[in-house]
T-cell receptor, first 111, second 113 residues
Framework: EDQVTQSPEALRLQEGESSSLNCSYTVSGLRGLFWYRQDPGKGPEFLFTLYSAGEEKEKERLKATLTKKESFLHITAPKPEDSATYLCAVQLSNSGYALNFGKGTSLLVTP | EADIYQTPRYLVIGTGKKITLECSQTMGHDKMYWYQQDPGMELHLIHYSYGVNSTEKGDLSSESTVSRIRTEHFPLTLESARPSHTSQYLC????????????FGPGTRLTVT
């Protein structure tokens, strides 16, 4: 059964304290892996797409990496405005264009 | 500005009422999706459409129905709302070729009393 597991479920960081969020997946035929940010009461905001192992993408304080089994979202020197839930999703090459989401990591960055 | 819109943002309605959640996008995307999200849980796909007059059910069983008469419009209808339908409903769209990321609307928070 295809699965997407995110860890930790919740993470509390001090401002400036770098860390990483994990997304592990057990799927057959990965077309792409996606990272989204979701603020309370809002829809997910697209961050990155990764297509193949070894690929990396960066945006401001965020950097996403991909291996054959997992993806990491590295947050460097976070600020309070980075507080949100970060969602990981996979798209399978043999099942259309739908996204299979993990439950997310809730990140709180305190001043 | 190209965007995806959902109305209403919040809806409280009594059991048995018929409701339609609206979703429109101005990005010219062929593909559109409806997801359901409960607090602390993952998003689940309930309907999708790859073009006009094309609709399919997603992985999560839902009593709702959808239609796609125009490219930019993808409404979701509940014929008879029940408390079990209380949830957040998120609409998304994606383009046909190239990259596959989906862009989401702000969501509709539905409460059925």
């Amino acid at each position: 059964e295809d699965q997407v597991t995110q860890s930790p479920e919740a993470l509390r960081l001090q401002e400036g304290e770098s860390s990483s969020l994990n997304c592990s997946y057990t799927v057959s035929g990965l077309r792409g892996l996606f990272w989204y940010r979701q603020d309370p009461g809002k829809g997910p905001e697209f961050l990155f797409t990764l297509y193949s192992a070894g690929e990396e993408k960066e945006k401001e304080r965020l950097k996403a990496t991909l291996t054959k089994k997992e993806s990491f979202l590295h947050i460097t020197a976070p600020k309070p405005e980075d507080s949100a839930t970060y969602l990981c999703a996979v798209q399978l090459s043999n099942s259309g264009y739908a996204l299979n989401f993990g439950k997310g990591t809730s990140l709180l960055v305190t001043p | 500005e190209a965007d995806i819109y959902q109305t209403p943002r919040y809806l409280v309605i009594g059991t048995g009422k018929k409701i339609t959640l609206e979703c429109s996008q101005t990005m010219g995307h062929d593909k559109m999706y409806w997801y359901q999200q409960d607090p602390g849980m993952e998003l689940h796909l309930i309907h999708y459409s790859y073009g006009v007059n094309s609709t399919e059910k997603g992985d999560l069983s839902s009593e709702s129905t959808v239609s796609r008469i125009r490219t930019e419009h993808f409404p979701l209808t509940l014929e008879s709302a029940r408390p079990s339908h209380t949830s957040q409903y998120l609409c998304a769209s994606s383009e046909s070729g190239g990259t596959y990321e989906q862009y989401f609307g702000p969501g509709t928070r539905l409460t059925v009393t």
